[in-house]
DNA sequence: CGTGTTCTTGATGCCTTTCAAAAAGGGTGG
DNA sequence: CCACCCTTTTTGAAAGGCATCAAGAACACG
């Protein structure tokens, strides 16, 4: 099912790495690609619900998300949990939580995922060694921050609906870089619960709110995928005007 | 009134660097220091309310925050604004601006400040000439991160009289790691428009909920400051534990 | 085919927004 | 020093969006 029981404990090599072609990611030179490859100690497989990090951490390590969707969440102490953003295939996760003493947040699978593991020991390694990989590292702190922003604003000043709108949007974007969307669906794999963590609202308004926008054409679900089925007005409504998605390095 | 004057279009210079003797912020090896003297170009002092990078912005410079408080926003297209976080002495400005191609937010001055000024080239310099400040641009990224996290957090999850207290605590806990606070009292410049935009709350139920945790005796306000009168209270309502403030970079 | 989880729907209430206008500051010029 | 104007803050009233409570429906799973 995956490539990991045909390549071993590393999955695939590096050199070959299939997310590698795909138009959302940047060309690296051999070099650099053979520095990630020695660096990587592990490829690993988790269920869905699995912990990557958990909060608090101190010893995180650095991973590449190689397949599957994962979230990063933060929890208040009464249990209130807000999810802060969504990892997808070729994302970086676990930067902050490697480079910070303790991680200030969590980090659980969504689905199954498959995960380059990166020892949080030569990070510093790394920027010694390869100011390329250094600076596309930072590179991709940044467009996280960029990413977390973005919800930041939608949750603190768009409504419900509003809010759907332009998860769903971006959500379909990334998926779409990725060469994950087929006749305008992909797969969706988040629970209501879920949603309203995410959007910062309650799960019951969040469910009204979903099938309210359901019935209005924007989009429909089924069987665990979500097809756009309006995407003009649904970028419309979630005040969400196209940005470029220029590529991105792949670690 | 600053050091500018006297100092010249450079400022203090960065080995006598006033700030860094400030228990905040980590040692520095000189030759540290020196790189980052040759990296700065110019000492910039701004009136409050001035443009530091505006939506958009593709030459955005890199800046320290020498003095004075700033904030980082986010506009929708019908001219709702998000404040994404604030900024304080010390912090690092732009950088997600200037990795990549475009700003994806707005840097305006909450008060005068003083700015030292990266030239955005040399910043890939920095990279490869100075492995130990590119880690810890990524360690003050990643840290920054975790501030919008808390934001996030915030306003996602907690109710209006929660959010100010975490805001306020959090406000307040930074100002007195730069020695800022002086019996309780530290200086407050945000308007109530500005609060609300940070909160992600109306302008008048900001008024009234302010208003409303004074009177219970959070706190008080007088002159442009902010006396923390009950901070345990305070930091109870915020659902806000005490978390270690380890010191940081100062680039 | 039970049993637990997730999703849906209805009803109620409150937190927050919106509308409106007065009060309080702040700065300028006479 | 006061009159005047503009911005910011405060307060009141009404409406609405969203949360909470509750329970039924749909679904997954062993």
């Not at 990070?123 to 930041?152: C, K």
């Not at 069987?223 to 670690?251: H, Q």
Request: hydrophobic share 40%; aromatic share 8%.
């Amino acid at each position: 099912m995956t490539d990991t029981a045909q390549n071993g404990r590393n999955g695939v090599p590096c050199l070959a790495c299939p997310l590698r072609l795909k138009p959302a990611f940047k060309d690296k030179t051999d070099d650099e690609v053979r520095f990630i490859q020695s660096m990587k100690l592990e490829h690993r497989h988790l269920a869905p619900g699995a912990d990557i990090i958990h909060p608090g951490q101190e010893d995180a390590e650095l991973y590449t998300l190689f397949s599957g969707w994962a979230f990063r969440y933060q929890l208040l102490p009464d249990g209130r949990r807000q999810i802060l953003n969504f990892l997808l295939p070729g994302d970086l996760v676990g930067l902050q939580a490697s480079l910070l003493s303790a991680a200030q947040h969590g980090i659980e699978a969504l689905t199954e995922v498959e995960l380059c593991v990166f020892p949080r020991k030569r990070v510093w390694d790394l920027f010694v060694r390869m100011p390329s990989l250094s600076y596309e590292i930072a590179w991709l702190g940044s467009r996280e921050e960029s990413l977390i922003d973005q919800n930041l604003t939608s949750v603190g000043q768009r409504n419900a609906g509003e809010r759907i709108a332009a998860l769903v949007i971006s959500l379909y974007r990334r998926a779409d870089a990725l060469g994950l969307v087929a006749e305008n669906g992909f797969r969706f794999p988040l629970s209501q619960q879920q949603l309203a963590d995410a959007l910062g609202l309650s799960l019951v308004h969040t469910s009204k709110t979903w099938s309210r926008l359901r019935k209005a054409g924007l989009f429909s679900t089924s069987d665990g995928r979500l097809t756009l089925l309006n995407p003009r007005l649904t970028s419309r409504m979630a005040l969400l005007y196209e940005r470029e998605v220029e590529p991105r390095p792949l670690i």
